[in-house]
């Protein structure tokens, strides 16, 4: 067996995001593994936690942790405390920041390093924060975990960091939740929305410039504003307030419909990918890309921005556009328009993305957790 290995998941938000779904697929992977893990959570997970994962040791932090700034404390105090106490060989910090006085290797995931490159897509506090914990993690972490190659390559450029101790682990993606729908889910879906029978263009996740949410949303006007039955915009995700987006969506002509359903239920999601004609994803900014992934799984069609870790995740099985919404126009149309191309994508996707794997990853993982600790061991 190898080190036992204290995970810090709580970071965690309540409303799961890509940290959520990282934890939740890594971390019952390692338990099926054998990895000698101990979870440190916030109270409202561990139930959870401890019935994905029955043999990992699912332990709750003090109620103060749900506070962002009292678990950044306890982060950099009752963690270390907590790793002596279970005597952990190993910290993995899985989200940027990590204790700085510790006894123990730690390991850190790195998500994404866009934001030394993109600061006018990452707002002050939330940049300037994450900015500040990957350089302090970057100096005193022992090894580091990314989950695309275009990550570690940023890491490299804007932050000179050490190749060789940066471990690259795709993440993965559970095949039974994110699958192709059937008909019944389909149209579930398509009535809670309100389209009666209009296909749609959609989008999953946070509604902001990061996600480049103003540039889709004129590049689908530009797309199909002259169609005689043009489809929907469908943007499901968290609305951020952004005054970029609220500028975009004024500009819309009134005979086009856009939705903004907000979160949707986990069990809409294969209706609602599945039986978009497209689904687009021109980020920007992405470390990784949780959300084409699913939609690859559930079939879709999916056209995304040939930028940064984007295509490691859609490889030849997507299609491609530039950020710019003229474009996403351009390619938006020409896939509209073919639909044996759309059969083909959506055929590739649902067979590339299951190569991605909570299995591979956390094999990834747990050979990283030996060389932190074996380098350590050595040095000492």
Same mark, same amino acid.
């Given at each position: 067996?190898?080190?036992?290995?204290?995970?810090?998941?709580?970071?965690?938000?309540?409303?799961?995001?890509?940290?959520?779904?990282?934890?939740?697929?890594?971390?019952?992977?390692?338990?099926?593994?054998?990895?000698?893990?101990?979870?440190?959570?916030?109270?409202?997970? !561990?139930?959870?936690?401890?019935?994905?994962?029955?043999?990992?040791? @699912?332990?709750?932090?003090?109620?103060?942790?749900?506070?962002?700034?009292?678990?950044?404390?306890?982060?950099?105090?009752?963690?270390?405390?907590?790793?002596?106490?279970?005597?952990?060989? #190993?910290?993995?910090?899985?989200?940027?920041?990590?204790?700085?006085?510790?006894?123990?290797?730690?390991?850190?995931?790195?998500?994404?390093?866009?934001?030394?490159?993109?600061?006018?897509?990452?707002?002050?506090?939330?940049?300037?924060?994450?900015?500040?914990?990957?350089?302090?993690?970057?100096?005193?972490?022992?090894?580091?975990?990314?989950?695309?190659?275009?990550?570690?390559?940023?890491?490299?450029?804007?932050?000179?960091?050490?190749?060789?101790?940066?471990?690259?682990?795709?993440?993965?993606?559970?095949?039974?939740?994110?699958?192709?729908?059937?008909?019944?889910?389909?149209?579930?879906?398509?009535?809670?929305?309100?389209?009666?029978?209009?296909?749609?263009?959609?989008?999953?996740?946070?509604?902001?410039?990061?996600?480049?949410?103003?540039?889709?949303?004129?590049?689908?006007?530009?797309?199909?504003?002259?169609?005689?039955?043009?489809?929907?915009?469908?943007?499901?995700?968290?609305?951020?307030?952004?005054?970029?987006?609220?500028?975009?969506?004024?500009?819309?002509?009134?005979?086009?419909?856009?939705?903004?359903?907000?979160?949707?239920?986990?069990?809409? #999601?294969?209706?609602?990918?599945?039986?978009?004609?497209?689904?687009?994803?021109?980020?920007?900014?992405?470390?990784?890309?949780?959300?084409?992934?699913?939609?690859?799984?559930?079939?879709?069609?999916?056209? @995304?921005?040939?930028?940064?870790?984007?295509?490691?995740?859609?490889?030849?099985?997507?299609?491609?556009?530039?950020?710019?919404?003229?474009?996403? !126009?351009?390619?938006?149309?020409?896939?509209?328009?073919?639909?044996?191309?759309?059969?083909?994508?959506?055929?590739?996707?649902?067979?590339?993305?299951?190569?991605?794997?909570?299995?591979?990853?956390?094999?990834?993982?747990?050979?990283?957790?030996?060389?932190?600790?074996?380098?350590?061991?050595?040095?000492?």
């Amino acid at each position: 067996m190898g080190p036992r290995v204290l995970i810090d998941a709580t970071a965690v938000p309540a409303d799961r995001g890509g940290l959520g779904r990282y934890i939740e697929g890594l971390v019952p992977a390692l338990d099926r593994a054998g990895g000698d893990i101990a979870v440190a959570c916030q109270r409202a997970d !561990a139930d959870r936690l401890a019935r994905i994962a029955p043999n990992a040791r @699912i332990l709750s932090a003090p109620t103060t942790v749900a506070h962002r700034a009292e678990r950044l404390a306890w982060e950099q105090t009752g963690l270390p405390r907590l790793a002596e106490e279970i005597s952990a060989d #190993l910290l993995h910090c899985p989200q940027y920041s990590m204790p700085y006085e510790t006894s123990v290797p730690v390991v850190v995931t790195i998500h994404d390093a866009t934001m030394f490159s993109d600061l006018d897509v990452y707002g002050t506090e939330r940049g300037d924060f994450i900015r500040s914990a990957t350089r302090g993690s970057m100096e005193h972490g022992t090894r580091f975990i990314v989950p695309s190659r275009a990550t570690r390559d940023e890491l490299v450029r804007v932050l000179g960091a050490d190749p060789t101790k940066v471990d690259v682990a795709y993440h993965g993606i559970d095949m039974a939740v994110f699958r192709p729908p059937d008909e019944a889910e389909r149209e579930r879906v398509a009535r809670r929305l309100g389209l009666h029978g209009q296909s749609y263009v959609g989008s999953l996740g946070e509604m902001s410039r990061r996600k480049n949410i103003p540039e889709l949303i004129r590049g689908w006007v530009g797309a199909v504003a002259d169609m005689e039955h043009p489809p929907a915009l469908v943007l499901a995700g968290p609305a951020t307030g952004d005054p970029a987006i609220a500028e975009a969506v004024s500009e819309v002509p009134g005979h086009l419909k856009l939705i903004r359903p907000g979160f949707l239920r986990p069990a809409d #999601l294969p209706g609602f990918m599945g039986a978009a004609t497209v689904m687009a994803f021109p980020s920007r900014s992405e470390g990784f890309g949780f959300p084409t992934l699913e939609a690859m799984a559930c079939g879709a069609a999916v056209l @995304i921005a040939r930028r940064l870790s984007l295509p490691e995740v859609g490889g030849a099985a997507a299609a491609y556009t530039e950020p710019e919404a003229d474009s996403i !126009a351009r390619n938006l149309a020409r896939l509209l328009s073919d639909p044996a191309r759309r059969r083909a994508l959506s055929e590739a996707a649902h067979a590339r993305s299951r190569e991605f794997t909570w299995t591979r990853s956390a094999q990834i993982h747990l050979q990283t957790y030996a060389q932190a600790a074996s380098a350590v061991a050595s040095s000492s």
